[in-house]
Nanobody
Framework: QVQLVESGGGLVQTGDSLRLSCAAS????????MAWFRQAPGKERAFVSV????????NYADYAKGRFTISRDNAKNMVYLQMNSLKPEDTAVYFC???????????????????WGQGTQVSVSS
């Protein structure tokens, strides 16, 4: 019954910034670890970042470290991904995901997530 909806994607130039948002219906977001994955055309869905249910722990893909920041506001049922210094290789559909089966792990595996949004397109031009 929980739904995730991403927003904030768009077309930007190299070096620009975007902030993606993920809104969750219901008041159970604070029980989930939440993650961002991305999928570029012709490529498999790849891990971007994850944040624990209370926001205390985070993890990032190597390409995201130093450029991307994941955060959450459980009172608002929101998760964010601040993306700075964007590169053309960041172009992808970005998905928000929730891990409803384990409230403690911060997994990098897509198969551990059972709640997914529909995605938001991020396009970065040269």
């Amino acid at each position: 019954q929980v739904q995730l909806v991403e927003s904030g994607g768009g077309l930007v130039q190299t070096g620009d910034s975007l902030r993606l948002s993920c809104a969750a219906s219901g008041r159970i977001l604070n029980a989930f670890s939440m993650a961002w994955f991305r999928q570029a055309p012709g490529k498999e869905r790849a891990f971007v970042s994850v944040i624990s249910n209370n926001g205390a722990r985070t993890n990032y893909a190597d390409y995201a470290k130093g450029r991307f920041t994941i955060s959450r506001d459980n009172a608002k049922n929101m998760v964010y991904l601040q993306m700075n210094s964007l590169k053309p290789e960041d172009t992808a559909v970005y998905f928000c995901a929730g891990d409803a089966r384990n409230i403690f792990r911060i997994s990098t595996y897509a198969t551990d997530y059972d709640l997914w949004g529909q995605g938001t397109q991020v396009s970065v031009s040269s």
